[in-house]
């Protein structure tokens, strides 16, 4: 059997918490910031979790399953 390699691009934007939970970042930060409210941006700055429906395709991509 082969090794199971991991998705590239979701270990550049996916992390475990000590729990076991999967942290992501929010999207629409990055760019085209100026016609967003303040409150909008402060607000996509806080890390997220990934919804327990999508959890374990993620963990799979990262190659925890």
Do not use: W, Y
């Amino acid at each position: 059997m082969p090794k199971v390699k991991t998705k590239s691009g979701a270990k550049k934007r996916f992390s475990l918490t000590g729990t076991g939970k999967v942290k992501r970042k929010h999207a629409f930060k990055s760019h085209i910031l100026t016609k967003k409210t303040t409150k909008q941006k402060r607000g996509l700055t806080h890390i997220g979790l990934v919804h327990e429906a999508d959890e374990n395709r993620v963990k799979h991509m990262l190659g925890l399953q």
